[in-house]
């Protein structure tokens, strides 16, 4: 089910208004219930793996909590690890290694006949295993106990505001709140609906228009000029932003309403001074989430240079190919574990220029500079997601700067930006919703625009707020498009 469908419309009132009027104890039934309606509204055969990998969760954790046996405890750990990785593995990579082993085969003359497989990628898939496995770790650690109540386990891993695009919630966070009682709280169920209100403006009316001019340019890019991929690597840096910061924004204002805090998943990302403060404003629920099961396991920083980097640039490439089976994530995530090794090799080298040349004595200037080139940077590596194929990403790349010399030539501009899909409404519309949203970020350095708008006179507030529902419905984009995270 789309959050942006009116099938959620009627869902979503339904299962909060029951939540409230049915006795507490039986509302983790009710939400569990919905959460099951709410995926198997996709693809209700699917609803099966999400079933057998609780249970592996489940049934391991349990025999973990039994035993102080160290070995034993691993055995039941290393068991619920490879079946959900090989439920994850199977479905979502299985074609993606075929093919690759094809390839290599080809290569060197060798006969491989290996078919491909029917396989439809479950969504969500990647968001509810790192769930289940986050769980089994912790377990495994000692960090929490095992949850004996099957259905709530069930319904931390399937609750639907998060299920299928997060944020990715630990179990110590979000299981202990389905035990406690929510109450009907105006002013928290006013908070959770505008956060939606902000999510539904950034997903149907900024980033589904951005995404006509993206996929305009990169499912052709023979066809078009540098200026276009430049204008539409741009326009995918803030669609992609727009698309999951929207679908966050509506899963964390949805289960506000009801009581339940998720956590914040972005924190103003376009404004960092370096990819590793890009990484702890992106995707926040992933970067902790590989942060504490991946690189911190293999040693972090904890041990010498080289090994640094290396634990630096494998956690970076398994998050590449966390995001898709294609090699183009995969190039993507090693494109910044590349940033991030560089990025502290060439430390003491920045400092040195910033103190020679007393950059630093002009801090807005010397702050600007620094977004700019982190904004670029991370622009850049967003070819390498957004393009089809490795061919494609590379094509690109190489002619992103072939013909900019025409771009003082007003009347080339202008055509080059007629050919982009949009309408010349449409391209205005979403120039104006980035401005708008960029502007709320810079209000936002201290506080919320929430906790700003809630000290102004009534009438300056309700005006806000009807003007964002008012534009929201009247711009929405026509069609209901897929969120770009579901896919992974």
Avoid at 112 to 123: A, D, E, K, Q, T
Avoid at 260 to 276: A, D, Q
Avoid at 397 to 415: A, E, P, Q, R
Avoid at 446 to 474: C, G, H, M, N
Wanted: aromatic residues 20%; charged residues 15%; proline residues 3%.
């Amino acid at each position: 089910m789309l959050f942006n469908s009116l099938q959620f419309l009627i869902f979503y009132p339904i299962i909060t208004v029951l939540y409230f009027l049915l006795p507490f104890k039986v509302r983790w039934i009710l939400l569990l219930a919905g959460s099951f309606y709410f995926y198997m509204a996709w693809k209700p055969e699917y609803i099966i793996l999400i079933l057998i990998t609780t249970f592996v969760a489940y049934s391991t954790a349990i025999k973990m909590g039994q035993t102080d046996d160290k070995n034993k405890r691993k055995v039941y750990l290393c068991i619920s690890l490879i079946v959900n990785l090989g439920i994850l593995i199977v479905f979502k990579y299985a074609n993606f290694l075929n093919d690759s082993f094809r390839t290599l085969f080809t290569w060197f003359n060798i006969p491989y006949n290996v078919p491909g497989f029917n396989l439809i990628l479950p969504i969500g898939i990647s968001f509810y295993t790192f769930q289940t496995l986050s769980y089994s770790i912790d377990v495994y650690k000692g960090n929490i106990k095992p949850e004996k109540n099957y259905g709530m386990l069930a319904l931390y891993v399937t609750f639907f505001p998060q299920l299928v695009a997060g944020p990715i919630e630990r179990a110590d966070r979000l299981l202990p709140q389905f035990y406690e009682e929510k109450k009907f709280d105006y002013d928290r169920v006013t908070n959770g609906l505008k956060i939606m209100a902000w999510g539904f403006f950034k997903k149907v009316v900024v980033a589904d228009r951005l995404g006509v001019a993206v996929s305009t340019i990169y499912n052709n890019p023979t066809k078009h000029n540098s200026i276009q991929f430049i204008l539409a690597t741009i326009f995918f840096a803030f669609q992609i932003y727009c698309d999951f910061s929207g679908y966050s924004d509506i899963a964390i204002g949805s289960a506000k309403v009801m009581g339940f805090r998720l956590m914040e998943n972005f924190r103003r990302p376009y404004f960092s001074k370096s990819i590793g403060e890009f990484w702890r404003r992106w995707h926040i629920s992933l970067s902790t989430w590989f942060k504490d099961y991946l690189y911190i396991p293999l040693g972090g920083n904890r041990v010498g240079k080289l090994r640094h980097y290396f634990n630096l640039f494998v956690t970076f490439l398994v998050s590449g190919l966390w995001h898709g089976a294609n090699w183009t994530f995969v190039l993507w995530g090693a494109l910044h574990g590349i940033y991030s090794i560089f990025g502290r090799m060439l430390a003491p080298l920045r400092i040195r220029l910033v103190a020679v040349t007393r950059l630093d004595k002009f801090s807005f200037l010397h702050k600007a500079l620094q977004v700019a080139l982190t904004f670029s940077m991370v622009s850049f590596g967003w070819i390498f997601f957004r393009a089809n194929s490795i061919n494609d990403a590379l094509y690109i790349v190489k002619h992103l700067f072939s013909d900019l010399g025409k771009v003082t030539d007003f009347t080339y501009l202008i055509n080059s930006i007629s050919a982009m899909g949009l309408t010349k409404f449409q391209f205005l519309v979403a120039i104006g919703g980035v401005a708008l949203i960029e502007t709320v970020h810079l209000l936002e350095r201290k506080e919320s625009i929430w906790d700003r708008l809630s000290r102004k006179p009534v009438l300056v507030r309700w005006t806000a707020y009807s003007l964002l529902l008012t534009v929201t419905f009247w711009l929405a984009f026509s069609e209901n498009k897929v969120f770009i995270y579901f896919q992974f």
